[in-house]
């Protein structure tokens, strides 16, 4: 059974404060993603890697920075938390190429910044 | 303008009902289309892909897109409780590139 693990279902973090994301999956993908999501506003692309060590910059970057120093692993860090990055932020894995449209999920972490 | 347009509903239909879904887009480049399925405190799930124009099947499920009008949809035959969920869809221009998502429509399939 494929599956992603995002590290915390909840979280309640600061403003100021600085926040890690971790993100495992163990179906040998090559890219791996980061989302958030908001009611009204959808699934929005944060940062995505397509290999070790690489990333590239989605939708909505600001803010936001990421690490993957092995292929299972992605992590999302928000560098000095802010009440606007209150959300649902969703990691995906999918294979590079013709079946990248194939993206699994993991369950999401509802992170509140007070 | 968004790219992708999905009413986001909510939409309620008694059991048994046919369900229509629909997104409509702008970006003709797109290739590849989606649709995933999204159940409470649960992230999506793929249920249909479609490449190109067409309709594909699969069991109660029938994803249609017609790219001359830039507009996909998603039928469910025979609703049960058990498809009450958000239904999101995406598109791909394909090859590695990023998907791009509805806001999604939130479905409620009442006994």
């Known amino acids: 059974d494929v599956k992603v693990t995002q590290s915390s279902r909840y979280l309640v973090k600061r403003t100021g404060e600085k926040v890690f994301l971790e993100c495992v999956q163990d179906?040998?993908?090559?890219?791996m993603f980061w989302y958030r999501q908001d009611p009204g506003l959808g699934l929005r692309l944060i940062y995505f890697?397509?290999?070790?060590?690489?990333?590239e910059k989605g939708d909505i970057p600001e803010g936001y920075s990421v690490s993957r120093e092995k292929k299972e692993r992605f992590s999302l860090i928000l560098e000095s938390a802010s009440t606007n990055q209150t959300s649902m932020y969703l990691c995906?894995?999918?294979?590079?190429?013709?079946?990248?449209?194939?993206?699994?999920f993991g369950p999401g972490t509802r992170l509140t910044v007070t | 303008q968004k790219e992708v347009e999905q009413d986001p509903g909510p939409l309620s239909v008694p059991e048994g009902a046919i369900v229509s879904l629909n997104c409509t887009y702008s970006n003709s480049a797109f290739q590849y289309f989606m649709w995933y399925r999204q159940y409470s405190r649960k992230g999506p799930e793929l249920l249909m892909y479609t490449y190109s124009s067409g309709n594909k099947e699969d069991g109660r499920f029938t994803a249609q897109v017609d790219k001359s009008s830039k507009y996909i949809s998603l039928f469910i035959r025979d609703s049960q409780p058990s498809d009450s969920a958000t239904y999101l869809c995406?598109?791909?221009?394909?090859?590695?590139?990023?998907?791009?998502f509805g806001t999604g429509t939130r479905l409620t399939i009442i006994p």
């Open positions: 890697s397509y290999d070790v060590k690489m990333k």
């Open positions: 995906a894995s999918s294979f590079v190429g013709s079946r990248a449209y194939e993206q699994y």
């Open positions: 179906m040998d993908h090559e890219n």
């Open positions: 995406a598109m791909s221009a394909g090859g590695n590139e990023k998907l791009t």
